[in-house]
């Protein structure tokens, strides 16, 4: 891959980031629909604008039914996916070569896209971002029935619930609940919401999210300070996370960095909704916060 081809890879992270901010904040464009039920057939060249859904379809091996991605899905580079539009905007012409007999979309690509492509006799999906850790398993056990994995992606789900379950178990008995500020983007500041998957990571890790109350996500750090975390969460990549760390680290008096408590989160697996890329955060952030289970710190794990 050429020096042009990297920039515009970590440029469409970047964006991949704000439309996760987009989500969180609820900004969505589309109003939330249910998942449609479980088809009768199973489709054997996906098209997939959502990074998510393409990182899934590796987690389930099912990446030979992956006829093109978005310019910002990055797990598939190995293989040269063909590239057949980006996150809010797809290639139809693309799109339409490629001959695919499923394209899955995210909610930021506009109706009238969508009419485009089902008049090209596509079939269309269009996963939104997901308000929970349960909706998040369901939406890769859809996934798993739309590419001939159903058991596979049940069973997946299955045993990360339990997985979640037994450790959010034993952290809930646990009080006080330290305060947790979770942060995405630095230009303005965003937190995480309630009413949102990523809220679960504070939730099942027996903590309190200190925007718990708010409804619009920008924030000041005057509200962070004053709010007192325990925990900071910087959830980007690259030098950015730790330009934010250096910032906070200027507030002396909060608990956050009394403690050494500021931490930095991969963008590209937090904001990457998948029952394994939950897990995997899951665990890392507990292990910030010095949980244990069974008496085994899970960074040890």
């Known amino acids: 891959m050429n020096i042009n081809a990297r920039f515009l890879r970590k440029t469409g992270l970047l964006l991949v980031t704000a439309i996760t901010v987009a989500w ?13 039920g479980k088809d009768t057939v199973t489709f054997s060249r996906v098209v997939s604008l959502t990074p998510s859904v393409t990182r899934s379809m590796y987690q389930l091996e099912a990446e030979d039914r992956l006829a093109g991605c978005s310019s910002y899905c990055v797990v598939e580079e190995k293989d040269s996916i063909v590239v057949a539009g980006s996150v809010i905007g797809p290639d139809i012409e693309k799109i339409v070569s490629l001959r695919p007999d499923l394209v899955i979309l995210s909610e930021f690509i506009s109706e009238n896209d969508v009419k485009t492509l089902e008049k090209f006799g596509l079939r269309v999906e269009v996963f939104r971002s997901p308000e929970s850790f349960d909706e998040l398993c369901l939406q890769f056990i859809r996934l798993g029935q739309l590419t ?3 058991k596979e992606a049940e069973q997946i789900a299955a045993d990360i619930k339990n997985e979640v379950r037994l450790l959010s178990d034993e952290w809930e008995q646990k009080s006080p609940k330290p305060g947790v500020f979770m942060q995405i983007g630095s230009s303005p500041i965003f937190t995480v919401l309630p009413g949102t998957y990523m809220d ?21 750090r005057e509200f962070v300070v004053a709010k007192n975390p325990d925990y900071i969460f910087i959830v980007t990549m690259g030098v950015a996370g730790d330009l934010e760390k250096e910032q906070w ?13 500021i931490h930095i989160l991969d963008s590209r697996i937090a904001c990457e909704p998948t029952p394994e890329n939950f897990i995997k955060t899951l665990r890392l952030m507990a292990g910030y916060m010095g949980k244990e289970l069974d008496g085994q710190p899970l960074s040890d794990q």
Not at 213 to 219: E, W
Not at 249 to 261: E, T
């Open 249 to 261: 680290s200027r507030f002396s008096l909060m608990n956050a960095v009394r403690q050494n408590n």
């Open 24 to 36: 969180l904040s609820g900004c969505g464009g589309s109003p939330r629909t249910a998942l449609p």
């Open 148 to 150: 001939g994995k159903e």
């Open 200 to 220: 679960d990571y504070i939730k099942f890790c027996g903590a309190e999210n200190i925007a718990a109350d708010l409804t619009n996500g920008i924030v000041g």
